[in-house]
């Protein structure tokens, strides 16, 4: 039975879906870009990534956070579900990577059970990290040893290299604690030169804008953070902010959304569709659901397959002839360079 505050969050995003269908009545359907596009049906490639969000549950309650996780979200993965997925990555070897996601994934009991059990079927692991759950607590102080023994590769959310900007958008203090976590993580290797360790940083937007170029914000990240901070690390991927949850909270609140969305229309790029990360990933929640994308996932989108929405039917002759579900939201992910876990995709 759903928690009280599961329900409130039901509630609360039902009410955001009448408010956004109002505003889309003015707006080209993206099936229809799609169509033009002649990428409609959108269709699945050899899947590559297996994305699992492990749980909602967080210790920040970051303002642009498109899960609206948060030390109140309950909803935990459980060891029975991460067996079932251990058995679908051990049959379908196509999954190279597997890509841990929450709230914050340490968090979740299991985590490094898991952890070790995906490593033993020789997948290359992605984890999702704050940054601040690494000083968050004691028990949490050795995850960067911890990722360094197998080799995972970090993916850290950093919405920009100054206090201020970093502390509106994540909440105060975050900055201060993000730049220990990465000192921490490259003390032990990660991020420097011929370490193996990849540590790669994430930025999204602070308003109702796109993010700039990838390669020109990348080049002021790294000489800020080293000049400043002496710190290191391989890659900066910019993320579209997705007109969903807490976003479209601010988006609504601020009366930005009509403007925003004008402004991911006008950007679809037909070249970014293309390459979009639903067509080679499989996302999974935390209840074992079968999604395109996280995104989808957080709109409670599952897969357009019945017969194998849930990990515990999985088939992936099945998975793989799906048409993939779009909705609105998706201009986010096509527009300009595009958008996707892994930064611009053009």
């Known amino acids: 039975m759903k928690s009280l505050k599961a329900l409130q969050h039901a509630l609360a995003d039902a009410g955001h879906q009448l408010d956004v269908l109002e505003h ?143 502390d509106r958008q994540r909440g105060n203090g975050v900055f201060e604690d993000s730049i220990k976590a990465l000192q921490m993580l490259n003390t032990v290797g990660y991020g420097t030169a011929n370490s193996g360790l990849l540590l790669n940083l994430v930025y999204n937007p602070a308003g109702a804008f796109l993010p700039p ?14 000049q400043q901070y002496n710190i290191q690390f391989n890659n900066l991927y910019v993320i579209t902010n997705m007109p969903i949850s807490r976003y479209l909270d601010y988006l609504l609140v601020s009366g930005n959304y009509e403007s925003y969305m004008d402004k991911l229309v006008q950007a679809f790029n037909p070249a970014a569709a293309a390459n979009v990360m639903c067509r080679n990933t499989i996302s999974v929640g935390w209840d074992g659901y079968l999604y395109d994308c996280d995104f989808n996932q957080m709109l ?8 194998s929405d849930h990990l515990s039917v999985y088939s ?31």
């Open 300 to 307: 409670d989108l599952k897969v357009a397959c019945k017969e």
């Open 213 to 226: 170029a990838q390669a020109a914000l990348e080049k002021e990240y790294k000489e800020a953070l080293l």
């Open 316 to 346: 992936a002759d099945l998975i793989n002839k799906r048409s993939i579900i779009l909705n609105q939201h998706c201009y986010g992910c096509t527009a300009g360079s595009g958008s996707s876990c892994g930064g611009s995709v053009t």
């Open 24 to 166: 889309d009545k003015k707006l080209p359907l993206f099936t229809d870009r799609m169509q033009q596009a002649g990428l409609f049906p959108l269709l699945p490639v050899q899947p590559e990534i297996f994305q699992v969000n492990v749980g909602k549950m967080c210790n920040q309650v970051c303002k642009h956070c498109h899960v609206d996780a948060g030390p109140d979200r309950k909803e935990i993965m459980t060891r029975e579900t991460m067996l079932l997925c251990l058995e679908v990555l051990e049959k379908n070897t196509s999954f190279t990577t597997v890509d841990l996601t929450g709230g914050a994934p340490e968090m979740n009991p299991d985590f490094r059970w898991f952890v070790t059990a995906i490593k033993k079927l020789n997948r290359h692991i992605i984890v999702r990290c704050n940054l601040t759950i690494i000083l968050a607590n004691k028990k949490y102080h050795d995850l960067p040893q911890f990722f360094k023994d197998h080799e995972i590769e970090v993916v850290s959310s950093l919405p920009f290299y100054t206090q201020d900007r970093t």
